[in-house]
């Protein structure tokens, strides 16, 4: 199983970017994606989630209205899309796969990527 994480950078307040998941080594249907993110110094915290099996969706509070999940089962690849961000949205962000529920706990979430970092400058 691989998760791999691509798209993060250097953004200015405001700025979008597109963050995407690669998924391998499991049947990308039966799996939910959830993205998370991790600021340092602090916890880790689900951003979003999507269940590939109905196509549900999760978002956070804090990033609703700005972020956006979708899923290509052609490519295996789930992306964020990021508009309007701002310097709290600074973190290393991470995919993981869950057994399709529609949620971010993290215990829940089996297979994890290794981080892309995301930065916003103000």
């Known amino acids: 199983v691989q998760l791999v994480e691509s798209g993060g950078g250097l953004v200015q307040t405001g700025g979008s970017l597109r963050l995407a998941c690669a998924a391998s080594?499991?049947?990308?249907?039966?799996?939910?994606i959830g993205w998370f993110r991790q600021a340092p110094g602090k916890e880790r915290e689900g951003v979003s989630c999507i269940v590939n099996i109905d196509g549900s969706t999760y978002y956070a509070d804090s990033v609703k209205g700005r972020f956006t999940i979708s899923s290509d089962h052609a490519k295996n690849t789930v992306y964020l899309q990021m508009n309007d961000l701002k310097p709290e949205d600074t973190a290393v962000y991470y995919c993981?796969?869950?057994?399709?529920?529609?949620?971010?706990?993290?215990?829940?979430?089996?297979?994890w990527g290794q981080g892309t970092q995301v930065t916003v400058s103000s």
């Open positions: 080594g499991f049947t990308f249907g039966d799996y939910a």
């Open positions: 993981a796969a869950d057994r399709n529920r529609l949620g971010t706990l993290i215990p829940w979430y089996d297979y």
